[in-house]
């Protein structure tokens, strides 16, 4: 099979979704377990298969998550599972590289027929302030942490004494009205109401679940009739539902729509944000694959376009649609879509029953090639039965071949066929248990937590976009990677922030609450660090603690620089800069040799100079930490001149700039110096806090 460090393999499938795990069976089943220990092996982030369609159950506790799982290893028996991170993938060279582990070494495999079956990830970067503070329902720990927040707000809400802190806690956001959207919203409300009675001193009128979706009906993917009935039926039980929204921020209290309405809510669930796997995105542009809204392309045998080797399933795949009325429904749901270069041929859509099945067929194709029986690869021509949706307290829609269903008997059958799909006895048996547990007994409060999925940590802001309000707690650390956040208090603007400057340290470092107002000043990128990575590495390091406390100081109040003025004789604040600079400032120029500016730094000692070109315009300053660590590194020589250094940027004012407002310049700066010019940008002066603050009046 390989060597160390590397392994072989006829076949590898990289993908443990329902397209992977149900080809890999139908491999072991058709070429028996012996075979398939020698030629077939199956990558996975993870040893167990999450059975999508009952998520929102494990959300809702009407099971236990351990029940919504299947290893893989049982599923596939005879298959070699390789569990581990895909971190490249080498198509011409036929090799796929894999991070086994943090204690095991970097593993290759080599394959001669590849299989594509990753799933996509979740982006939420478009929406300022969702990445950090929503909930996903993309995994069992995503569930799971769902179950855990609505419990643990429960309990705070009962020692909470005023109305607007209840009702903010006892406020659950829904955004995405599709399956995942509907189901969760209704296993939320089921929840809720099932453990209410735990809970004596919550009144149920303080209880509130929102639904939050983009079209005009719930449920696009089935008949706009069931979508209403789905919208008559959660509205009925008390889901408050918002039609032809989209949420445009969040922050840990608050989330904002398109037309100005503000929720407050600390709980958002986002079922929405789906993107494409970046891995297939990178291996498709290497390869010069074709996508189709980031799924590859293939044939109807599974084949991707262009190869021999390669085959893709599942939600990366864009599978040709067969003809029937599966596919005219796919062609109605692709024409509310932008258009595409490959708008004329419709595809499957990404659903676990087409997943499931495409995974078969691939299955089969593979044997026969590997059995070299010279079959041809027998083309993917499933259509679809239908769709089911359960929408909570025992009532669901369903749109099978045709036939509407709704009320309890479609919530009969979402079970009955749910269960029938659940692989392993075992697993159907425990889920029969769970569920029949349910209808006579209340649902388990146990708080416990778990690990969620891993998001994007990038945000990207529009102009005026929030990130967060003062008074709300402090989840973040941020660095400006493009554009510029404007940070401000009651009485406007404080100081704005650009790019790859940070912000929000004070608050982590101290009392974890916001004292400003974030709004983005115009489009920009911020870089998120969570605040117990922050204190982190903040605890562990005396000097970085010391260094963003520092830093912290550039964030005073109105009422702080005011205070401090006040130490400030008043006839000194009415003074021009000119008046009281320092009129003589030592500086290198762009011409001069590293050994003469040695040589000004021994005669005097100053940590940092400015550094002016040929006609004397400054061009920012110079430490002495830089020229150190340039000659260390061997960047420069003594001989070399000061234009091979880069300048750090410092604040500057003009000459005619009032006292009063260059301290204000100066303590929102947080240095300890500022850089006087004229309107050229020529160097005029240096105005250094002891310029103000001893400055004696009575000698003016």
């Known amino acids: 099979m390989g060597s160390d460090n590397h392994l072989?393999?006829?076949?590898?499938?990289?993908?443990?979704?329902?397209?992977?795990?149900?080809?890999?069976?139908?491999?072991?089943?058709?070429?028996?377990?012996?075979?398939?220990?020698?030629?077939?092996?199956?990558?996975?982030?993870?040893?167990?298969?999450?059975?999508?369609?009952?998520?929102?159950?494990?959300?809702?506790?009407?099971?236990?998550?351990?029940?919504?799982?299947n290893p893989i290893r049982s599923i596939c028996r005879g298959v070699n599972v390789l569990r581990g991170s895909i971190m490249d993938i080498d198509l011409p060279a036929r090799l796929l590289t894999l991070n086994a582990g943090e204690f095991s070494p970097t593993l290759t495999v080599g394959f001669r027929h590849l299989v594509l079956g990753l799933g996509g990830i979740v982006d939420l970067s478009r929406v300022p302030g969702m990445p950090e503070h929503?909930?996903?329902?993309?995994?069992?720990?995503?569930?799971?942490?769902?179950?855990g927040a609505i419990i643990d707000r429960l309990e705070e809400a009962t020692l909470q004494r005023t109305?607007?802190?209840?009702?903010?806690?006892?406020?659950?956001?829904?955004?995405?009205?599709?399956?995942?959207?509907?189901?969760?919203a209704g296993q939320i409300l089921d929840l809720i109401y099932g453990i209410h009675r735990f809970y004596p001193r919550l009144a149920r009128p303080d209880y509130r679940v929102v639904l939050i979706h983009s079209g005009a009906h719930l449920l696009p993917e089935l008949n706009e009739d069931l979508g209403r009935y789905c919208e008559k039926n959660l509205t009925g039980r008390g889901i408050e539902i918002i039609l032809n929204a989209r949420c445009t921020s969040m922050t840990?209290?608050?989330?904002?729509?398109?037309?100005?309405?503000?929720?407050?809510?600390?709980?958002?669930?986002?079922?929405?944000?789906?993107?494409?796997?970046?891995?297939?995105?990178?291996?498709?542009?290497?390869?010069?694959?074709?996508?189709?809204?980031?799924?590859?392309?293939?044939?109807?045998?599974?084949?991707?376009?262009?190869?021999?080797?390669?085959?893709?399933?599942?939600?990366?795949?864009?599978?040709?649609?067969?003809?029937?009325?599966?596919?005219?429904?796919?062609?109605?749901?692709?024409?509310?879509?932008?258009?595409?270069?490959?708008a004329a041929q419709r595809y499957c859509p990404p659903t676990a029953q087409f997943a499931y099945r495409q995974g078969v067929t691939l299955g089969k194709n593979l044997a026969d090639i590997l059995k070299a029986d010279n079959t041809p690869p027998r083309p993917f021509t499933f259509t679809g039965m239908g769709e089911l949706a359960s929408i909570g307290h025992q009532s669901a829609v369903a749109e099978i071949m045709g036939l509407r269903f709704s009320g309890l008997l479609a919530w009969f059958m979402w079970r009955t066929i749910y269960l029938m799909k659940l692989p392993?006895?075992?697993?159907?048996?425990?889920?029969?248990?769970?569920?029949?547990?349910?209808?006579?007994?209340?649902?388990?409060?146990?708080?416990?937590?778990?690990?969620?999925?891993?998001?994007?940590?990038?945000?990207?802001?529009?102009?005026?976009?929030?990130?967060?309000?003062?008074?709300?707690?402090?989840?973040?650390?941020?660095?400006?990677?493009?554009g510029r956040i404007d940070l401000n208090?009651?009485?406007?603007?404080?100081?704005?922030?650009?790019p790859g400057e940070h912000f929000g340290e004070r608050a982590l470092l101290h009392d974890r609450k916001w004292r400003f107002t974030a709004v983005a000043a115009e489009p920009a990128t911020l870089v998120a660090l969570e605040a117990k990575v922050f204190q982190a590495i903040s605890s562990?390091?005396?000097?970085?603690?010391?260094?963003?406390?520092?830093?912290?100081?550039?964030?005073?109040?109105?009422?702080?620089?005011?205070?401090?003025?006040?130490?400030?004789?008043?006839?000194?604040?009415k003074l021009k800069v000119s008046e009281v600079m320092t009129g003589t400032p030592i500086f290198f120029r762009t011409t001069g040799t590293i050994a003469q500016a040695l040589a000004t730094m021994v005669e005097h000692p100053f940590n940092s100079f400015p550094l002016v070109d040929g006609q004397e315009t400054l061009l920012g300053i110079i430490t002495q930490g830089q020229v150190y660590d340039a000659l260390k590194d061997g960047a420069i020589t003594r001989e070399s001149t000061?234009?091979?250094?880069?300048?750090?940027?410092?604040?500057?004012?003009?000459?005619?700039?009032?006292?009063?407002?260059?301290?204000?310049?100066?303590?929102?700066?947080?240095?300890?110096?500022?850089?006087?010019?004229?309107?050229?940008?020529?160097?005029?002066?240096?105005?250094?806090?002891?310029?103000?603050?001893?400055?004696?009046?009575?000698?003016?």
């Open 134 to 147: 929503a909930f996903l329902m993309k995994s069992i720990g995503d569930a799971q942490e769902i179950r």
């Open 8 to 69: 072989d393999f006829d076949v590898l499938i990289a993908g443990g979704g329902f397209a992977g795990v149900y080809c890999a069976q139908t491999l072991a089943r058709r070429l028996g377990h012996a075979v398939c220990r020698k030629r077939v092996g199956i990558v996975a982030d993870h040893n167990y298969m999450v059975f999508q369609p009952m998520l929102a159950e494990v959300a809702g506790s009407s099971i236990s998550p351990h029940h919504a799982v």
């Open 540 to 573: 562990a390091s005396a000097s970085i603690r010391e260094f963003f406390e520092h830093s912290s100081q550039q964030y005073l109040s109105r009422q702080q620089i005011e205070s401090i003025k006040k130490t400030v004789a008043e006839a000194v604040l």
């Open 489 to 498: 208090d009651s009485d406007g603007a404080v100081m704005s922030i650009g």
């Open 424 to 482: 392993g006895l075992d697993r159907k048996i425990r889920v029969m248990i769970d569920w029949t547990l349910d209808l006579f007994f209340p649902r388990d409060i146990t708080l416990l937590r778990s690990r969620t999925t891993e998001v994007l940590q990038e945000v990207h802001l529009e102009k005026g976009d929030t990130v967060f309000h003062a008074g709300e707690p402090a989840l973040s650390f941020y660095v400006v990677k493009k």
């Open 252 to 342: 840990a209290s608050k989330i904002t729509l398109g037309d100005g309405r503000v929720i407050e809510s600390h709980t958002v669930v986002s079922t929405v944000g789906n993107a494409p796997h970046p891995l297939l995105l990178d291996l498709c542009k290497k390869n010069n694959i074709p996508v189709e809204k980031g799924r590859v392309i293939t044939d109807a045998t599974l084949r991707v376009q262009g190869f021999d080797n390669f085959w893709a399933a599942g939600d990366c795949a864009a599978v040709p649609m067969a003809a029937g009325k599966g596919a005219a429904k796919q062609a109605a749901a692709d024409s509310m879509m932008p258009a595409s270069p490959f």
């Open 642 to 700: 000061m234009d091979k250094l880069t300048p750090c940027a410092i604040p500057t004012i003009h000459a005619d700039t009032l006292v009063n407002d260059a301290l204000e310049t100066l303590m929102r700066s947080g240095r300890n110096k500022l850089l006087v010019i004229d309107p050229g940008g020529k160097l005029q002066g240096v105005l250094t806090p002891i310029d103000l603050l001893g400055r004696d009046a009575t000698a003016l």
């Open 163 to 184: 109305e607007a802190d209840v009702k903010r806690l006892l406020t659950f956001v829904i955004v995405g009205g599709g399956f995942s959207g509907v189901e969760t």
